[in-house]
Structures are given as structure tokens and as C-alpha cells.
């Protein structure tokens, strides 16, 4: 039995790479269920699964076993309500490219990345891109969100593909890491990573100026590796992130600035809307918490749509 690493989901095949760095064509043997998740891909992309050789000319192998995960980001699936999708699994962080333009990124998607990534502890960075296509007002309002989100711990970066601005810290944010790259269609996240690793070659596309959003250019995630140790998996671009496994009670601990007042409130149970001596809602109301945030925490207690 060999191990391997699982770099491209294709549905219901996956490329696994050995130890030699050689790839095969995997299937699963059997149905998988694990720890009764109820997912619509039972392997992700980052997965470390034990495979046999099926077919040396066909180069194709039979996947046995999946080692845990050490973490993972899950989406709601598009498709099926009930279950979910998972991202990439075992991962060393996250980064989220944004844009507040062509296509806009809602506060309330990074939100909801950033609440997906704190339920497994993964470092997250948000890549403001296309910094050259803003006026002054826009670089103005971007960089408030910048401070917003490194006052509360998260690290942040601006950059430029077109133009080259904050590339050279974007390719040291990913050095020596597995790194799952996220965010809409059209943000630029295939431009960006051409910009460090231009043999890579990854497929862009224009943004459509009548609808301000993006066409997918990724259609399965996959995973690359630039330099020796350094990985990034590339998915498609995502319009909503419905979250998973997350109960209502739950999210407030996901969000680093909640999380340290929870045990201000009055009540030990307290959802953080209308109940009374509520520690959050009085952060808010003092400019503690920024009302944005609340916001975001409010919808996602509420299961509505992020798109906003």
C-alpha cells in the first residue's frame, strides 16, 4: 500500500501524487463515509490517502484509506442544502483575495471565510487586490478595511497584479506553506499567482463590466507547487459560502473580537441580539466591535445569504 497526496479533485477521480512526485489517476474503493459527514466530496484536495496501483500503463490506482484531517474549510454545497462541500483539507493557512471592485467582494463573504477558517484555528490573510483600478476614495475606504480587520488579528495585504504592487509579499506569505487561495470569480487570483510563478501559467479571464462579477476560469480545485515545499491549492471561484457544522451558539466564538467578552454577557446563553446586559451589543454600540462585523455575525445567526 502506498501513500500519497491527493492534488486535483476531479469528481469522481483524483490525481495523487507519491512520494517520487509521480501522479496517478485514483478512484475510490467503495463508498467512503467519514465520521458521518455528510459532504458531496468524500476526498479533498490536500487529503494524504493510502492507494494501490491499479494499472501501470493506465497509470491508474484504487483509493483505499484517508488519513485524518488535521483541519479543513467546508462550504454549504451549491448543489445538495444538506451537505457540504469541502474546500482543501490539511492546510498550513488560508488567504482570501478580495475586491471592491470588478467584481465587489461583500464584507459579508470575507466574514464568512474568515468565520470558516477560525472554526479549524487557520491563519487567514485578506489580499485586497486590483489596487490599481481605485480612486483615491477607494484606496481610502480599503485601507479602513485594512485596519479593521489587523485590529482584530487578521493580517492583510494590497496588491497589484497588473501593476506588480505587494507581489513580492504575497510570494513570502506563501513560502515554505500548503495555502488555499480563495475568493469570487474575477478577483485575480490566477493573475496573482502568474505574477510570482509565471511558468505555472495559470488561465485568466476578463471581469464582465455589465454584471461587475466574474466567469470561472477554474472549474476543479487543484493543487500546485511552486517551489519545493511551497503548495497552492487553486479553487473555483466561490459566489456564496454557506456555512456548515456551525450552530448558532457557535459562531460568536469565531469571531476573535466577540470571543474574548463572551463571558461578559449576563446570560451564559446569550445569542447576542436582543437579550439584555449583553457585553457584545455594547461593544458595538461603543465602537468596540465594528458595526460591519455585527452585522455579518447577525446574518449568518439568521442562515441568510451572503451576496450582499
Known amino acids: 500500500m502506498a501513500h500519497g497526496l491527493v492534488i486535483r ?24 463515509k467519514i465520521k458521518d459527514l455528510k459532504v458531496t466530496n468524500p476526498i ?52 482570501l483575495l478580495a475586491t471592491l471592485t470588478l467584481p465587489r467582494t461583500s464584507l459579508g463573504f470575507i466574514d464568512r471565510f474568515l468565520v470558516a477558517a477560525e472554526s479549524f484555528r487557520i491563519p487567514t490573510t485578506v489580499v485586497f487586490n486590483k489596487t490599481d483600478i481605485l480612486n483615491e476614495e477607494g484606496l481610502e475606504f480599503q485601507r479602513e478595511l485594512q485596519d ?101 451558539e457557535e459562531i460568536a466564538h469565531y469571531f476573535p473580537e466577540m470571543r474574548n467578552r463572551l463571558n461578559q454577557c449576563r446570560f451564559h446563553n446569550c445569542l447576542h441580539i436582543n437579550e439584555p446586559g449583553c457585553a457584545i451589543k455594547d461593544a458595538v454600540i461603543e465602537g468596540d466591535i465594528a458595526e460591519s462585523r455585527y452585522n455579518s455575525y447577525l446574518s449568518m445567526v439568521g442562515g441568510e445569504d451572503n451576496r450582499r
Do not use: C
Open 148 to 248: 479593521l480587520y489587523e485590529n482584530i488579528g487578521y493580517n492583510t495585504l494590497a496588491t497589484s497584479a497588473i501593476e506588480g504592487d505587494g507581489v513580492e509579499p504575497f510570494r513570502k506569505l506563501l513560502d515554505g506553506k500548503i495555502t488555499l487561495l480563495s475568493g469570487h470569480s474575477g478577483v485575480g487570483k490566477s493573475s496573482l499567482v502568474n505574477a510570482i510563478s509565471p511558468s505555472l501559467d495559470l488561465r485568466t479571464n476578463e471581469v464582465s463590466t455589465f454584471a461587475n462579477k466574474g466567469v470561472h476560469t477554474t472549474t476543479f480545485a487543484e493543487m500546485f507547487e511552486l517551489t519545493p515545499g511551497t503548495f497552492i491549492i487553486d479553487t473555483p471561484g466561490i459566489k456564496e459560502l454557506g456555512l456548515v457544522e456551525t450552530s448558532k
Open 9 to 32: 479533485s476531479t469528481g469522481s477521480w483524483y490525481d495523487v501524487r507519491n512520494s517520487d512526485g509521480h501522479i496517478y489517476r485514483a478512484r475510490l474503493k467503495g463508498k467512503f
Open 44 to 95: 479533498a484536495v490536500g487529503d494524504r490517502v493510502q492507494f494501490e496501483v491499479e494499472d501501470e500503463v493506465e497509470n491508474t490506482a484504487v483509493i483505499f484509506d484517508i488519513a485524518p484531517r488535521e483541519n479543513y474549510i467546508i462550504r454549504q454545497s451549491v448543489h445538495k442544502t444538506a451537505h457540504g462541500h469541502i474546500l482543501a483539507a490539511n492546510l498550513d493557512q488560508a488567504v
